[in-house]
Structure formats: C-alpha cells, structure tokens
C-alpha cells in the first residue's frame, strides 16, 4: 500500500504568476484521489505530481470564487476525453450547488449522454459535518 500524501498544484491567490497557479490540493491514498479547488490546468498539474486523473472521486469547491470554480467545467471534459465512466462527486455549500450546476451546464459537461454521472453534493458549514451523499432537494 502506497502512503497517503497531499500536494499543493496551485498556492497563489486569484492573479498567477508564471510560477504558481490559483490555490489548489490534491489528497492522495489507497489509489483515489479528491481535489480541493479547481483552478485552470488541474488536469496537467495532477499529472505533473504523478497522480492518476481518473483516480479522481471527489472534487470539492470550498467557495465559488472563480479561480476556485473556473477549471471545472474543463477538468470534467478532460476526463471525458479520456474515457471515464466511474461517478464524480463534487462537494460544496448548499448554496454553491446552483452556481456550480448552471457552470457546467454553460459549457455543456453536465448530463451528457456521452459522459459519466456528476453528483453536486452539499455540505453544511459546521463543526463536524458530514458529506451526505444521500437525496437532496437540489440535487438531480
């Protein structure tokens, strides 16, 4: 078994520089992996840290900035082109779900019968929440 490890793809804030991308990070174990924002170039960052983009299962968006939200929409037509098939869950507020589905509706990833199923997930804001994964008025 591999050792678990996270790595930052990204540590500027909203304007880049030639040497560092929006703030993003990638946590990596047992052959999954989840990334914390979604800045541009997510896809070749993660291959540049060596980690498998299609060992993807979750995304999360901690807020709807967009050098947080913008890579989005192209990080799910990349996996696309690559022949994905397993689900995608992108995590974030309740009140992010919206915003984000509109986002990838507007570049014509979300319910295509071409692609893989992308499940927007809401977390509450608390001490302690949890992923529900479960039913959600918001959710398809």
């Keep these: 078994m591999s050792a678990a ?3 930052f793809l990204g540590t500027s804030a909203a304007l880049t520089s030639a040497a560092r991308d929006n703030t993003s990070l990638v946590f990596e174990a ?3 992996a989840v ?7 997510a896809l070749n960052r993660l291959r540049r840290l060596g980690v498998d983009p299609l060992a993807l299962t979750h995304v ?4 709807v900035h967009v050098d947080h939200a913008y890579g989005l929409p192209s990080l799910v037509r990349q996996l696309m082109l690559q022949g994905r098939h397993t689900p995608l869950t992108i995590v974030c507020r309740p009140e992010h779900v919206e915003p984000l589905r509109t986002l ?6 979300w319910a295509r019968p ?3 199923p992308l499940r927007l997930v809401p977390v509450e804001l608390a001490v ?5 994964e479960g039913p959600h008025p918001l959710l398809p």
């Design 35 to 41: 990334l914390v924002d979604c800045g541009g170039g």
């Design 128 to 132: 302690g929440a949890g992923v529900n």
């Design 60 to 63: 999360v968006v901690t807020h």
């Design 114 to 116: 071409d692609g893989f």
């Design 30 to 32: 047992a052959g999954t």
């Design 5 to 7: 490890r996270v790595a």
């Design 104 to 109: 990838l509706t507007a570049f014509r990833v």
